[in-house]
């Protein structure tokens, strides 16, 4: 029982509000990523439901169980920062046992639960080191390891792999999540990176100033995004947005669209596209190449409609000459419609 529900969850520095009304669900033995850019709450979130910091208003429980008021002690969770948040003067076996120790948890049992977290993060050669002589990724291990042993069911990680290189990233990603699933333990990550999210969650909370702008599974939030700070937020290069009413030829806008915009967009907002639906050919809006960026396995072209940029991400290697007017469209289905308020008005159907 570790279903974690957040209600109306509100934490006020002096007057400023980090987090604001929030309330989500993390269903049990399931990972739910925060979201969402620096200082958008999501640190605050975290520490609020470990226990670390006072909440303003609002409740939190786990498993059915209120603990908006409890110990961190007493809440069932683990905790694992960016920081490592490892003792240097401690060997690596010390580090992993050391809140075990706290708690007096039997000897015995300390060195089974050492050895099965040591053999799960691959650490086992390394127990008699000080973090001094490890890796980035190895402390991390570590930290993770400490997490294992504490068996407790909740387990809240905050940005934990920011300080690795992109391969080693990579790989604790998904060492991180087998571990969730194979533990079924119940996660809350937090994380800037929408790698991370997009691969790793069940489910995303995309936060802004200290709201929820949007709840979903990952592949929701990037098909149906609801505003345009999600649509931008998730994808890169960012989805295209059009203002419509800057654009003068209205005619060639409706072609790119697939012959007519869509019936719900309104005269004065955004046409969204992302950039992998973007097709370069003959017809459709011309736009001015400015730029072209070579990435290997794909092809960004930069363009420029009206003096609004526009990038199509195209598969493979593409020659097309900076300074040339070609033709953009896209298919209909592709075609996001956000109102000047920034709220979807009619996206791609569900
Ligand atoms: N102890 C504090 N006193 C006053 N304001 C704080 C305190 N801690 C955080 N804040 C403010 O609360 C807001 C949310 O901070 P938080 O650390 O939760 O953001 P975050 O989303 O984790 O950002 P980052 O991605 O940079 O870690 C920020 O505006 C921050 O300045
Ligand atoms: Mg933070």
């Known amino acids: 029982m570790s279903r974690i529900d957040i209600h109306e969850l509100v934490k006020q520095w002096g ?3 980090a987090v604001d009304k929030v309330s989500f669900t993390v269903p049990e033995g399931s990972l739910t990523v925060l979201l969402g ?4 709450g999501k640190s605050t979130i975290l520490r609020l439901i470990a226990g670390l910091e006072a909440i303003t208003a609002g409740s939190i429980s786990i498993g059915g169980k209120d603990i908006t008021h409890l110990d961190p002690a007493q809440r069932g969770v683990s905790m694992v920062f960016q920081s490592y948040a490892l003792f240097p003067h401690l060997t690596v076996r010390e580090n992993i046992l050391f809140g075990l120790k706290v708690r007096s948890v039997a000897k015995e049992d300390r060195r089974a639960r050492l050895e099965e977290a040591a053999r799960m993060v691959g650490l086992t050669d390394l127990l008699s080191r000080k973090p001094a002589q490890l890796s980035g990724g190895q402390r991390q291990r570590v930290a993770l390891a400490r997490s ?3 068996r407790r069911p909740v387990c809240l990680m905050d940005e ?11 790989e604790m990603r998904d060492e991180i999540r087998s571990l969730q699933q194979k533990l079924g333990l119940t996660m809350v990550y937090v994380t800037h990176d929408q790698v991370e999210a997009m691969t790793m969650a069940d489910q995303v909370v995309l936060l802004q100033q200290g709201r929820v702008e949007q709840i979903g599974r990952p592949h929701e939030l990037y098909e149906h995004p609801r505003t345009i700070f999600a649509a931008t937020f998730l ?3 960012a989805m295209n947005l059009l203002k419509i009413d800057l654009i003068a030829e209205r005619t060639a806008l409706a072609a790119a669209c ?3 915009l869509p019936a719900a967009c309104p005269s004065q907002g955004y046409i969204g596209v992302r ?12 736009v001015k190449i400015s730029a072209v960026d070579y990435l290997g396995a794909e092809t960004v072209v930069r363009m420029i409609h009206d003096g609004q940029p526009v990038f199509a991400k195209i598969d493979g290697r593409r020659d097309y000459t900076p300074g040339a007017t070609v033709h953009i469209n896209w298919p209909e289905k592709a075609v996001h419609c956000f109102g000047s308020d920034g709220i979807c008005v009619d996206g791609p159907a569900p």
């Open 258 to 260: 697939g012959g007519s």
């Open 160 to 170: 934990p792999l920011s300080n690795l290189d992109a391969k080693l990233r990579a």
């Open 37 to 40: 850019p620096s200082g958008c």
């Open 275 to 286: 950039p992998e639906d973007v097709r370069v050919g003959d017809e459709g809006l011309p």
């Open 148 to 150: 294992i042993v504490s």
């Open 15 to 17: 007057e400023v509000s």
């Open 235 to 237: 994808g890169s290069p």
